[in-house]
């Protein structure tokens, strides 16, 4: 099994207060990883220590290193890393009056990743198949994003992302401002994505760690509680603060 990131003795500084506490953890290749646990414990900060989004805040200090597949992304270009470890956020965020096609292609020009018309319009598509919006899309490619229901300008901005063709996908909380039935949606693409890629997914919710991810990682006031294989964790937590967490005590 190989791994993808890996955080070594990680600790995160917001000026004087330490907010993730000598983290260190490895996250297998083409898995679901969810990171769970209450609010403020960290797991936004953690999750933007992978791709160096983090450091865009001047009041924020890393120290320990986190790596990709073996390789610290403190010696790689941050638009490199970005790159390679691609993110969706909480409330979905496409640019709104840029049609759904630009918002998907926008990355792909900008990073000289396409040598004609022809390879950006099959990469669109490519990318808009794999986020499972194409069917609902593609006789309105060129309607701004903004005409999508939330469900929809999620999956767009999951087609954004893996039309870059991350090697990893970073999502925070990214169904947290939809309804059950978009929610289920988002969360049937996450695991049939994992065939291809390693998703990283942080939830406050435990029965979405449950439903959508092959391991999880218990994080409670900045330290690493548990980690494990998921089966494993809701039947036999180690830690009783997990079990607590789990039975809705804790929180
Ligand atoms: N930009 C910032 N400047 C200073 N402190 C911050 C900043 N962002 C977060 N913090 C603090 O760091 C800690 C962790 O916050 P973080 O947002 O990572 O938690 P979280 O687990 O993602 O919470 P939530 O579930 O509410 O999103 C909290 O105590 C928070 O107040
Ligand atoms: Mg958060």
């Known amino acids: 099994m190989r791994?993808?990131?890996?955080t070594v003795n990680l600790s995160i500084y917001y000026g004087q207060n330490c907010v993730i506490k000598n983290v260190s953890l490895k996250i297998p290749e083409k898995v679901v990883f969810a990171i769970m646990g209450p609010s403020g414990c960290g797991k936004s900060t953690l999750l933007r220590s992978f791709n160096r989004l983090l450091e865009l805040n001047p009041n924020a200090r890393v120290e320990g290193d986190v790596r990709l597949y073996g390789r610290s992304v403190y010696d790689m270009n941050p638009i490199?890393?970005?790159?390679?470890?691609?993110m969706v956020f909480q409330?979905?965020?496409?640019?709104?009056?840029?049609?759904?096609?630009?918002n998907v292609a926008l990355g792909l020009k900008l990073n000289g990743l396409v040598k004609s018309?022809?390879?950006?319009?099959?990469?669109?598509?490519?990318?808009?198949?794999?986020?499972a919006l194409w069917d609902e899309v593609k006789d309105r490619?060129?309607?701004?994003?903004?005409?999508?229901?939330?469900?929809?300008?999620?999956?767009?901005?999951?087609?954004?992302?893996?039309?870059?063709?991350?090697?990893?996908?970073?999502?925070?909380?990214p169904t947290a401002s939809l309804d059950p039935v978009a929610t289920e949606k988002i969360e049937d693409l996450?695991?049939?994505?994992?065939?291809?890629?390693?998703?990283?997914?942080?939830?406050?919710?435990?029965?979405?760690?449950?439903r959508v991810s092959n391991y999880?990682?218990?994080?409670?006031?900045?330290?690493?509680?548990?980690?494990?294989?998921?089966?494993?964790?809701f039947e036999k937590p180690e830690s009783e603060l997990t079990e607590r967490y789990l039975t809705g005590r804790v929180g």
């Open 3 to 6: 791994v993808a990131i890996e």
């Open 80 to 86: 490199e890393v970005r790159r390679k470890i691609g």
């Open 91 to 102: 409330h979905p965020n496409p640019f709104p009056h840029m049609s759904i096609f630009d």
């Open 117 to 131: 018309k022809k390879e950006l319009r099959e990469i669109v598509e490519w990318a808009l198949k794999r986020a």
């Open 141 to 173: 490619l060129h309607e701004p994003a903004s005409a999508l229901s939330g469900g929809q300008q999620q999956r767009l901005c999951i087609a954004r992302a893996l039309a870059m063709k991350p090697d990893v996908l970073l999502m925070d909380e």
């Open 190 to 210: 996450i695991y049939e994505l994992k065939e291809e890629y390693t998703i990283v997914i942080v939830t406050h919710s435990p029965a979405q760690a449950a």
């Open 216 to 233: 999880v990682a218990f994080l409670y006031l900045g330290e690493l509680v548990e980690v494990g294989k998921t089966e494993r964790v």
